[in-house]
């Protein structure tokens, strides 16, 4: 975690109330994609790469995103971390690449989604390094 996250006391690191993950409880009628509905993350899929968004609608058939960034090229911010899991807890370093912003991305193929921190959403919607 990067240290905007996080709290070190007595050399224990702690996630700030701010920065957590609301956690969601399962009832038993949703899908498990259908509980990442209104979080922001990262989307990993074969043939669309990596992307960044706003989680509209979730199945088993594929996944909607709103205000989406596909990450053409990305290393962490924190040097430290590593992957596109890297980028999901600290945002994206100053040499990445990502695309502009779309309204709308639907992909339709398997695929992974890993939340977001708040500031790492943040940092790759507000990046200019913008691929064309």
């Known amino acids: 975690m ?3 996250d996080t709290i070190k006391l007595d050399d224990i690191e702690y996630v700030r109330k701010d920065a957590a993950v609301e956690s969601v409880e399962f009832t038993g009628t949703e899908s498990i994609a259908s ?3 209104g979080k ?3 989307v990993r899929s074969r043939n669309e790469g ?3 968004g706003t989680v509209v609608l979730a199945d088993e058939t594929g996944v909607e995103l709103k205000d989406a960034r596909r990450v053409w090229y990305h290393k962490p911010k ?5 992957w ?7 945002g994206v ?3 990445s690449k990502v695309s502009g912003t779309v309204p709308t991305k639907v992909i339709i193929e398997n695929y992974s989604m ?3 921190a708040n500031a790492a959403h943040k940092i790759i919607m507000e990046s200019t390094n913008v691929k064309s």
């Open 2 to 4: 990067n240290q905007v």
């Open 35 to 37: 509980r990442m509905i």
């Open 40 to 42: 922001n993350v990262i």
């Open 50 to 52: 990596i992307n960044c």
């Open 78 to 82: 924190d040097p430290n971390l590593a």
């Open 84 to 90: 596109y899991e890297g980028v999901a807890v600290s």
């Open 93 to 95: 370093s100053s040499d």
């Open 114 to 116: 890993t939340v977001c």
